[in-house]
């Protein structure tokens, strides 16, 4: 499983979302992965990547969203491949929290698509914009997708949990979603069928003239915030770096109250 090659990073990233590597008595154990049966031909592109035997089943069950809920399901039970696979950062168990990107060489637009695919979304908000989102558990997993969508966007992206239920939510919208969406959804990739045809869709939406853009975060310098500290008013500070005196204020309060690091 070489994850620089794009088809086994994607399936890696996919498992480490939504595969369940459970260990069971001595070598038994057994990897899953449980979708809708609509999304069979993926779970088949996986049991033809894999070099071990493999096998899939579906099942109809009542679900709390559904009184009938048609699913598939890929097994593996091999211990090699499982081994494989824990070695390469797929914890056995309870994994949510745990996973992160893998310490060997890896195709990162392929290994993102997979996490987008297994826990995220693309398409459109309810008021018509395009997005691209990740919901994850995950500190090192929600940093690597901020740093890595900033350098293909150049959206910055502070990570947070939700109050509710300690979940970090990762959304990117409009221009920003289209540009992720074009690379990470390049023509031919292996994907979810009905992702790949929404990422193509957002290709098409186009910015209303009317609609505002927003200013581009300011990017904070050691010299920049000298002058914050020196100057006698908020007021002061904001005319001679150029700035509206909101950020220039919210950023003296994070400076005095320890929330980001003075200038030597």
């Not at 154990?29 to 069979?40: W, Y």
């Not at 920003?176 to 290709?203: E, M, T, V, W």
């Not at 002058?227 to 908020?234: C, D, G, M």
Request: charged share 20%.
């Amino acid at each position: 499983m070489d994850l620089t090659v794009p088809e086994y990073a994607y399936m890696f990233g996919f498992l480490q979302a939504d595969g369940h590597l459970q260990q069971g008595v001595g070598q038994k154990g057994k990897l899953a992965v449980e979708l809708n049966a609509r999304d069979i031909d993926l779970l088949r592109k996986f049991q033809k990547l894999t070099p071990y035997y493999s096998s899939i089943t579906e099942r109809t069950r009542s679900t709390n969203f559904a009184e009938t809920h048609n699913s598939a399901t890929w097994t593996l039970c091999s211990l090699e491949a499982r081994t494989l696979l824990n070695g390469l950062g797929l914890p056995y168990g309870c994994k949510s929290r745990e996973i992160a990107p893998p310490r060997n060489p890896f195709s990162a637009c392929d290994y993102i698509r997979g996490l987008i695919d297994a826990d995220g979304s693309v398409g459109y908000t309810g008021q018509g914009f395009p997005f691209v989102s990740l919901t994850t558990q995950s500190t090192a997993t929600g940093a690597y997708l901020c740093s890595y969508a900033e350098s293909i966007t150049g959206a910055e992206r502070t990570l947070k949990r939700n109050a509710r239920d300690g979940i970090y939510n990762i959304l990117y919208v409009k221009e920003n979603a289209q540009q992720l969406a074009a690379h990470l959804y390049y023509p031919g990739c292996i994907s979810l069928g009905r992702k790949q045809s929404a990422a193509d869709s957002l290709g098409s939406w186009v910015r209303p003239t009317d609609m505002e853009r927003r200013p581009p975060r300011i990017q904070w310098t050691a010299e920049m915030d000298r002058v914050l500290l020196a100057a006698p008013t908020i007021a002061h500070a904001a005319a001679k770096l150029g700035y509206s005196t909101s950020p220039c204020q919210n950023r003296r309060w994070k400076l005095l109250h320890g929330v980001v690091p003075l200038p030597d």
